[in-house]
Nanobody
Framework: QMQLVESGGGLVQVGDSLRLSCAAS????????MAWFRQPPGKEREFVATIGWSTRYADSVKGRFTISRDNTKNTVYLQMNSLKPEDTDVYYC???????????????WGQGTQVTVSS
């Protein structure tokens, strides 16, 4: 079992930066593929970024967001720069025991943290 707890969300202005953190329980964190997803109200949860052997980003955040991890702290981060109103969503951290190519491959999810970008 793994528990994921996100933090760092909040209300910011257009163009601001924000860093989300996801703290994971468990001793095998380094072996997991980690990811961030986001979910607009009434819509499907959508992929944002993932980090495993490599990193990958959604086109909508490429060049603005950076995913990273610190295996000594069992934590994955999402640095979000140049935020736009369309980045307003609930952001979820996810973990997969194996490699993952879509949200169904992820085994564990956090409870989410709200990010609101005001214009």
């Amino acid at each position: 079992q793994m528990q994921l707890v996100e933090s760092g969300g909040g209300l910011v202005q257009v163009g601001d930066s924000l860093r989300l953190s996801c703290a994971a329980s468990g001793r095998t964190f380094s072996s997991y593929t980690m990811a961030w997803f986001r979910q607009p109200p009434g819509k499907e949860r959508e992929f944002v970024a993932t980090i495993g052997w490599s990193t990958r980003y959604a086109d909508s955040v490429k060049g603005r967001f950076t995913i990273s991890r610190d295996n000594t702290k069992n934590t994955v981060y999402l640095q979000m720069n140049s935020l736009k109103p369309e980045d307003t969503d609930v952001y979820y951290c996810a973990a997969a025991r194996l490699s993952a190519t879509w949200k169904g491959d992820y085994d564990y999810w956090g409870q989410g943290t709200q990010v609101t970008v005001s214009s």
